[in-house]
């Protein structure tokens, strides 16, 4: 083969480089690229980052080189990266990906060569194949934007060790969700190691339960298996989404069917039971002893057209939500006929079908044809069960991703300026408040607390008592003491002034036995309340995932039982009745308990979003209990908190909500603008809870109006469309609503929305006004706005695509200096740099 000793020396252009040189050389090279315009790089060279502060050093100077030459870098360690379609392949392996709409990429090289290996006698086919090793640039989430709008990608694929940068990932992964599935297997579910956390939420929520959550919020369908992942991709792409978990299985053999079953019911899934119309239409055509039970057991000696009919009659429960036929090679029917009759039935339902044949050399031809007609198929009966929960998983996060919230507006209290200065007064380090001080700050943000008065003295304990009432509480009060029931520091149902007295010496010397260095500040005395169920919400900082939530049992019990769910802020009601809802305690809190009544789901949905939006208004919690949260039908109320500050970096300039993985709704943003008229608009940015509002404005909107935003007539816009405007990542969208005050109330009039590129460096403006409140000087307004936001945002540039007969937002763009160039005869583009 032809070679050059330098790359400055080819004599034409060249679009891409893979680099394998030893891992010192790699830096020269690079720049040689960079200065010879090759904008592309592949390293797969190793020994970098993994061999220690050498190996960093090296990765430094690449981030050097890559900024000033504007080149994109896979790598280092990686297997490499495959184009199938058109024969690209810059990798080491021995084998080729066939093409396919499967997008694939892992972090482990290994594990690349593997997956071509079982995706070849597999037969499954990718769009893309890459392996993306060290990920100093081109990382998740960067392939997430770019195979989100790949023609050619049907659905993505993730093998991921770790998620380096989660705000990145979640902004991506939400982004193109809905649109094309994305799944994900993550290594390592085991804890990488204990360590002693101050906090009984530091304690639980690991590492495995916060991804868990994380990918559930971002839309992501977190797999179990390396099959899974394909299976899902396959299926989630070609069939409908179930709306529950009752599954109706159709077999020829039950012992197949029994080992679906009892996947099914490992997995959180059900049985769909059988109407009475259902069975008796089974009863015309199967013989006497069919099994008369879901699952629907045909009998060995089925016949194809035995399948058909009866899987036509069970598309018509109500009561499934989905279908699975296991075909088991025995008797009459001939395994391809039977896929070709299965596929003649499946054009009468709207539910998910999946199919399990199973065999190997028989059935193969059929296993084909069934994936060729979009009906997935699976090899065992357990993969299909575990196929089909992944389906509802996806169904599931895609509602989180799009219900709309109800809304509850917190609003500080005016106590909230003198915490914050007890807060900012420490000095630096580490700092636990008081439970005195938790509890303020909780009531400032307008949850209930059993108020506890702090004594120093036994009078002073009697005297608190007596304001209180009988019977209260006490608890030891000393900054040493994380858990007070484990040095027995708590005393309940105390009734008089004589067992106050007595049991202060005895809490004060209860601590001084059992921990001797404590700190004892005397004890607080707070009301006795009783009933109701014990509840835990806290928080704590992850060191790769900020602030997370926790939400589960609580009481003395909190780390034996570990019932809890995990969630990030800020939370909303929507997301707050979620993590509710997926603790274990929700049937218990929903439904009540041997005569108790149920919990007030809506007060602890409102507790939920207040202790969020506390953890979003103060970075410097390091970890945070609410333990025990009492709550029942009549109220919600914090009996005991626990809140520790980390104080070291309050004065640090960093990036506002560094703390979160999510960014919350930024008030910055909100502004009043003056009408040509003189009437006030307000203008702020979008959220989930406007869903309602912007139904309404888009039925203000003319067809010509529409033609001219959105270049086609929307008719009856989806739940989901709307959703995708008002439910969005404000790192890298923006969408700016105008709102008018009439008949006493607010009515929203327009919108101006900004889509920030994958460059980071640019973004799509446009602006629509409802035809009642057109020619008022309100769509400038709004233009202008959205550029000025785009300007804080950094952006360097802003552009538009405008109609060439929407002559005023023409003339608005020529006014404000954008350059305009025709792209055809009846669209301009107009870009503006910042």
């Keep these: 083969m032809t070679a050059y000793p330098t790359v400055r020396r080819i004599p034409w252009q060249v679009d891409l480089a893979v680099i394998a040189t030893p891992a010192h050389i790699v830096p020269q090279v690079v720049e040689e690229c960079g200065e010879s315009g090759i904008s592309g790089i592949v390293i797969v060279s190793s020994g970098f980052g993994e061999t220690g502060p050498g190996g960093k050093a090296l990765e430094e100077e690449l981030l050097r080189l890559k900024r000033s030459h504007g080149l994109r870098i896979v790598g280092p360690n990686c297997l490499g990266v495959m184009h199938p379609r058109t024969g690209l392949n810059a990798t080491f392996a021995n084998r080729r990906a066939a093409p396919g709409k499967i997008a694939f990429v892992s972090q482990s090289g290994a594990l690349c060569a593997s997956v071509l290996d079982w995706a070849a006698h597999a037969r499954v ?77 530091g304690a639980i929520a690991g590492e495995d339960a916060i991804y868990d959550s994380f990918f559930s919020r971002a839309g992501v369908v977190r797999a179990e298996e390396v099959a899974d992942l394909f299976n899902c991709s396959e299926v989630l792409s070609m069939q409908p989404s179930p709306r529950g978990t009752n599954l109706a299985i159709i077999t ?197 607390t059993a108020r506890a008065h702090v004594a120093r003295t036994a009078d002073e304990a009697v005297d608190a008592a007596f304001e209180i009432g009988y019977p209260v509480a006490m608890k030891i009060l000393s900054p040493q003491v994380t858990h007070k029931t484990d040095i027995d520091g708590v005393i309940l149902n105390i009734a008089s002034d004589q067992q106050v007295r007595s049991c202060y010496r005895e809490l004060v010397d209860r601590a001084m ?32 995932f900020g602030s997370v939530l926790i939400f589960g049992t609580g009481g003395v019990g909190v780390e034996l039982f570990k019932d809890i769910s995990v969630g990030f802020p800020p939370l909303n009601q929507t997301l707050a009745r979620r993590m509710i809802e997926a603790s274990k305690a929700h049937r218990i809190l929903s439904e009540g308990y041997r005569g108790r009544p149920p919990a007030n789901i809506r007060l602890l949905e409102e507790a939920l979003v207040r202790f969020s939006q506390l953890i979003v208004d103060y970075p410097q919690i390091r970890e945070a209990d609410v333990n025990p949260l009492l709550a029942d039908e009549d109220r919600v109320v914090a009996l005991d908190a626990r809140i520790m500050m980390d104080t070291g970096g309050v004065s640090a300039r960093v990036r506002p909500h560094e703390h979160l993985i999510i ?172």
């Design 513 to 544: 036995r059992r921990l001797p260095s404590a700190e004892v500040e005397g004890v607080t005395v707070q009301p006795m309340i009783t009933g109701g169920y014990e509840l835990i919400i806290g928080a704590k900082r992850d060191p790769q």
């Design 663 to 834: 960014s919350p709704y930024p008030t910055r943003y909100l502004a009043i603008r003056t009408l040509r008229g003189g009437e006030e608009a307000l203008l702020r940015p979008i959220k989930p809870e406007d869903e309602p509002f912007l139904v309404e404005l888009f039925r203000t909107f003319s067809e010509e109006t529409m033609r001219l935003r959105f270049f086609h007539v929307i008719g009856e816009i989806s739940h989901r469309s709307l959703a995708r405007y008002c439910n969005i990542d404000y790192d890298r969208e923006m969408t700016i609503i105008s709102e008018l005050r009439e008949s006493g109330g607010w009515r929203m009039a327009g919108m101006a929305s900004l889509v920030v590129q994958p460059d980071g460096e640019s973004g799509e403006v446009a602006v629509v006004v409802g035809d009642p409140w057109q020619n008022r000087g309100l769509g400038t307004e709004m233009f202008d706005y959205i550029v000025e936001v785009g300007r804080s945002m950094g952006l360097r540039r802003v552009f538009g695509e405008i109609l060439a007969r929407n002559t005023k937002m023409m003339h608005i763009a020529h006014e404000r200096g954008f350059g305009l160039r025709q792209m055809d005869e009846e669209n301009y583009m107009a870009t503006l740099d910042l």
């Design 125 to 201: 086919g990718f769009s893309y194949f890459v392996s993306v090793g060290g990920m100093i640039d081109v990382d998740f989430a960067d392939l997430i934007d770019y195979f989100g709008v790949d023609p050619e990608t049907r659905s993505i694929v993730l093998f991921i060790e770790a998620v380096r940068e989660p705000r990145k990932f979640m902004s991506a992964a939400r982004r193109f969700a809905g649109t094309k599935p994305i799944i994900a297997v993550k290594t390592g579910r085991s804890p990488e190691g204990a360590r002693v956390a101050e906090s009984h939420t």
């Design 252 to 448: 020829n053999a039950g012992g197949p069917a029994v080992m679906a079953t009892d996947a099914l019911i490992a997995r959180g899934g059900g049985l769909a039971a059988l109407s009475e119309e259902i069975l008796r239409s089974l009863d015309a055509i199967l013989p006497r002893y069919w099994s008369r039970s879901n699952p629907i057991d045909i009998c060995e000696d089925a016949t194809v057209d035995r399948f058909g009919r009866v899987l036509e009659i069970c598309f018509k429960d109500p009561n499934a939500d989905g279908h699975l036929v296991i075909y088991t090679p025995i008797g009459a029917a001939d395994p391809t006929e039977t896929a070709r009759r299965i596929i003649e039935a499946s054009r009468e339902t709207r539910k998910p079908l999946l199919t399990c044949w199973l065999g190997e050399e028989d059935v193969r031809e059929a296993r084909r044809i069934l994936r060729h007609s979009g009906i997935p198929t699976c090899p065992t009966p357990e993969q299909a069960v575990a196929t089909f929960m992944y389906m509802n998983q996806y169904a599931r996060n895609l509602e989180l991703l799009y219900e709309p919230p109800e809304e509850l507006p917190i609003v500080p209290s005016a106590e909230i300026r003198s915490l914050r200065d007890m807060i900012h007064s420490a000095e630096g380090g580490t700092r636990t408040l008081t439970e005195p001080e938790s509890k303020r700050l909780l009531e400032a943000y307008g949850i209930a």
